[in-house]
């Protein structure tokens, strides 16, 4: 058993509100790398990254992705920097990956200024969120097999876009 899609991209992308709605157009179960850490932790990102660090959360985000891969049957969130660690990466290989793109102004619009997303806390969330956007890009390309830009297209319409993108015919042709 694995995932019939694992959607990745920046924080904002909207891999937790279009993942749910792919999964119930396809009537299969939706889950999210950062939802299983918090399972298994029994606390919140914001508090890991607080009291144990960032090196700390990826080496649980990795177990997390590594089990959903093996496991989840559904669809499959990943935490926004789950592929910017080697391991998961190299776990990606072989899955019907989808990077969920989206640009600063979009981004910076949907994430807001919540304290929910620790890596955009700082005092210029929009700078660091546009350093996140150019170091990661080429990483998600790297790993996925199609890439949906999301910033004109509403969530329904990005997973129209995905399940287009992840039909026998379109997926065998890698488009
Ligand atoms: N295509 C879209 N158009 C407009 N708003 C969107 C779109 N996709 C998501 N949103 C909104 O943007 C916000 C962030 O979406 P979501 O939580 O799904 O992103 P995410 O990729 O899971 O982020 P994170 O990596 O932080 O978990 C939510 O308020 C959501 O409703
Ligand atoms: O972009 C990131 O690095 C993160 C995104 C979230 O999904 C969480 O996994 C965490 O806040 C880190
Ligand atoms: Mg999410």
Same mark, same amino acid.
């Given at each position: 058993m694995s995932p019939v899609a694992v959607l990745i991209g920046?924080?904002?992308?909207?891999k937790s509100t279009v993942g749910q709605l792919l999964a119930e157009r396809l009537g299969v179960p939706f889950t999210d790398s950062d939802t299983i850490v918090e399972t298994q932790q029994g606390r919140a990102i914001s508090d890991i990254f607080l009291s144990d660090g960032e090196a700390a959360f990826r080496v649980m985000e990795r177990e997390a992705v590594a089990g959903a891969l093996a496991e989840h049957d559904g669809v499959l969130a990943l935490g926004g920097? =789950?592929?910017?660690?080697e391991g998961v990466r190299a776990d990606l290989d072989g899955h019907p990956v989808v990077f969920l793109a989206v640009g600063l102004a979009a981004g910076v619009r949907r994430v807001g200024?919540? $304290? =929910?997303r620790p890596l955009l806390a700082g005092v210029n969330p929009r700078a660091t969120f546009s350093a996140l956007l150019q170091e990661r890009l080429p990483v998600y390309r790297a790993v996925a097999r199609h890439e949906i830009? $999301?910033?004109?297209?509403?969530p329904e319409a990005v997973a129209d876009a995905v399940l287009a993108a992840l039909s026998p015919e379109a997926d065998r042709a890698g488009r």
């Open positions: 920046p924080p904002g992308a909207g920097g =789950a592929p910017m660690t200024l919540s $304290t =929910a830009a $999301t910033d004109d297209l509403e």
